[in-house]
């Protein structure tokens, strides 16, 4: 099989300098392990070695943690001259996860080099003290100000915004704080296996606060990008699985390498976040030996080896399993039931957003979105 | 672009910038119009409008003039004696929002001039008659011509652009400046107490920043994208409550020829793919 092209999540750290309270991956700065300028040399050197090889020409790396700018400027600096000396026949972009904090003097200069395509996550919480400083308090403003400069220095910036339970006393308003802030999009995720008496999210809360987050969109006509929302909707609309990770598929011709700031593989960040499923090591093993790992493509392996119960699923089209690191002990993912519920809501809702958007079905058959219809939306 | 509002009597120090030129009275800016170059004059601003216009007739090229009607005069009648000097620049009326403002508004339209509402931090009742005036904008066949900023905004809404009051105003500090008459930089007329250091400020960047993280009505706010705290100006505790329905009108209004609009493009292209198939 050609490969189209293989991408990188590198992880050049998983220190912080933020403690979100729902967040299981980072560790204290005293054991959170850094990765070297002479480890990232060799992962690009490899990689530009390999693409050369397999005639890739596009890819693309994303920089995520941890905090990526906690390593600060020189490190990036380093990536831009590895990165022109190895990767030059790459048509690259590259992309990061931020909190923003740190989003100046130096660092800002080397990320402006460095990202010119100029796409850059931001995360924070504009409501609830959930993302914190280690000294405690709030990283909001830091993070905004930080989202603020990137926004003047021409980025885009989409925003994550982790869902908990108090998010549902705030829909309206964090709706129209996305509006406000400038984010390009949004994407909300759960947050996932975090059983808080304050902020734990349960699977019915997940539902309401992705119905009444829908129906404040709608009343504003969609004017703010909520990613899984059009994500859904336009594979509504063409029969397509959604373009994500998490509903959709990765295909097997373009496959992604995730890499630790030790230089440990895996096919999922979360999953390194949980230290599960290590394909090896990247300095005792090439790409080929990568890409031939039985472990790949397990995240479409685990999609395809599905339960009845979603074979089944009037969603499937959609949903196509969720998100593989927050599948239960069945094979479905553990937000199933608030994701039905919410689907329902969204396709009973959904020909306002199409008179909006006139693209229209590829088949022209309404009922072929209904709930009720006789097949899986498009399965298959 | 970066314009300078001026006294007419320091005009020359500023006679290669872009400028509005500002003075109680026409003859002193017919003399000041003569000593700049003319096409960077955005227009000329007439503080007591109640004079003799005719010294305008003087100026043989168009240039657009503005007549500032600070508060409320009972008597607007002398916006006739302006109707031959419009005949040969275009004119907008400026006019301050404060009790009874309407009837300056209405006979500025019906004189087929321009307007231009000033608005600061406007209470429950005048935010009413601001209303009535929109009502009257929006929906009247009569006027056909821009009262703003309703008619920016309208414009901003309808297009989905980010530009904010600020600018409709005239008001941005990275794009006009205002020098008073013992030639300091400020941001406007409006509000003076705003220093300008430069004109690249960062004023409203700044701004943004605070009333996003202060936790107050602004950071929520459907309108914030073209307001950006322009009514917390000059107390900042001002509740927009009113005003919000002002712009909630404003935007009902966008968003309705929005869709007709959408629609009549979508009948165009239906019918011409009609017509297409018929000729073939």
Redesign the interface.
């Known amino acids: 099989m050609k490969l189209e092209t293989v991408d990188l999540l590198i992880k050049p750290t998983i220190g912080c300098n933020a403690r979100c309270v729902y967040c299981h991956a980072i560790k204290p700065d005293e054991i959170a392990p850094v990765m070297s300028q002479d480890l990232i040399t060799e992962i690009l050197t490899k990689y530009g070695e390999f693409t050369r090889e397999q005639e890739i020409d596009y890819a693309t790396i994303i920089w995520h943690g941890g905090e990526p700018l906690k390593v600060g400027a020189d490190f990036y600096y380093h990536v831009g001259s590895v990165v022109k000396e190895h990767l030059s026949h790459l048509n690259l972009m590259h992309q990061m996860y931020s909190n923003a904090c740190l989003y100046k003097g130096r660092v800002r200069e080397a990320i402006r080099e460095l990202l010119k395509d100029r796409s850059i996550s931001v995360s924070f919480d504009?409501?609830h003290p959930t993302r914190l400083h280690t000294n405690g308090k709030s990283n909001?403003?830091d993070s905004?100000?930080g989202m603020?400069q990137l926004i003047?220095d021409g980025f885009t910036v989409s925003l994550v915004y982790v869902v908990h339970r108090k998010s549902l006393e705030r829909v309206?308003?964090l709706y129209?704080?996305f509006?406000?802030?400038g984010a390009a999009d949004v994407a909300l995720f759960p947050a996932d296996f975090f059983d808080h008496p304050e902020y734990g999210l349960s699977v019915q809360d997940w539902a309401k606060f992705l119905k009444q987050m829908w129906d404040v969109w709608e009343e504003?006509?969609y004017?703010v990008g909520l990613s899984f929302f059009e994500h859904w909707l336009e594979s509504l609309e063409s029969h397509r699985l959604p373009e994500s990770c998490e509903y959709g598929i990765r295909e097997r011709s373009a496959p992604m390498v995730m890499i630790s700031p030790e230089g440990k593989i895996f096919t999922c960040h979360v999953f390194m976040d949980q230290g599960k499923n290590c394909l090896g090591d990247i300095t005792s093993m090439s790409f080929e030996e990568i890409l031939k790992h039985p472990l790949i493509h397990q995240i479409a392996e685990t999609k395809e080896n599905m339960p009845d119960e979603c074979r089944t699923c009037t969603f499937l089209g959609i949903c196509n399993t969720g998100c593989v690191a927050a599948h239960n002990e069945t094979g479905r993912t553990v937000w199933c039931e608030g994701l039905k519920e919410f689907y329902a809501h969204m396709i009973e809702r959904q020909d306002r957003y199409f008179e909006?958007h006139?693209q229209g079905c590829c088949c022209g058959d309404e009922a072929h979105f209904r709930p009720d219809a006789p097949d899986s939306i498009h399965a298959g | 672009m970066f314009i300078y509002n001026v006294p007419a009597s320091i005009v020359e120090d500023y006679a290669d910038k872009h400028l509005i030129v500002r003075s109680d009275v026409p003859t002193e800016l017919v003399k000041a119009y003569g000593k700049v170059n003319s096409a960077g004059v955005q227009y000329l601003q007439i503080l007591q409008p109640d004079c003799t216009p005719n010294p305008l007739l003087e100026i043989g090229e168009p240039v657009r003039i503005e007549l500032v009607v600070e508060d409320f005069i009972p008597d607007v009648s002398f916006l006739h004696n302006y109707a031959e000097v419009g005949k040969r620049h275009p004119i907008r009326v400026g006019i301050r929002t404060s009790p009874g403002f309407s009837e300056a508004v209405k006979l500025s339209l019906s004189l087929g001039f321009a307007v231009a509402l000033e608005v600061t931090q406007p209470d429950a009742v005048l935010v009413e008659e601001v209303k009535t005036v929109l009502d009257y904008y929006l929906h009247n066949p009569e006027v056909n011509q821009p009262v703003d900023f309703f008619h920016s905004l309208l414009t901003v809404l309808f297009d989905?652009s980010d530009c904010t009051l600020w600018e409709i105003q005239g008001e941005d500090p990275t794009m006009n400046g205002f020098v008073t008459d013992d030639g300091r930089l400020v941001l406007s007329r409006r509000l003076p107490s705003i220093a300008l250091g430069e004109p690249e400020s960062t004023f409203l960047?700044d701004l943004?920043?605070e009333l996003?993280?202060d936790?107050g009505e602004?950071?929520?706010?459907?309108f914030?994208?073209n307001c950006l705290g322009y009514f917390k100006f000059p107390d900042r505790s001002f509740s927009c409550s009113h005003v919000r329905e002002l712009l909630g009108i404003l935007s009902s209004a966008a968003?309705e020829l929005r869709r007709e609009y959408?629609a009549a493009v979508?009948d165009e292209d239906g019918g011409y793919e009609h017509g297409e198939e018929e000729r073939s």
Request: glycine residues 0%.
């Open positions: 504009p409501f909001f403003v905004l100000r603020q003047r309206r308003d129209y704080f509006k406000n802030c504003d006509d004017a909006i006139p | 989905d960047d943004k920043l996003l993280t936790q602004c950071m929520t706010c459907p914030f994208t968003k959408d979508r």
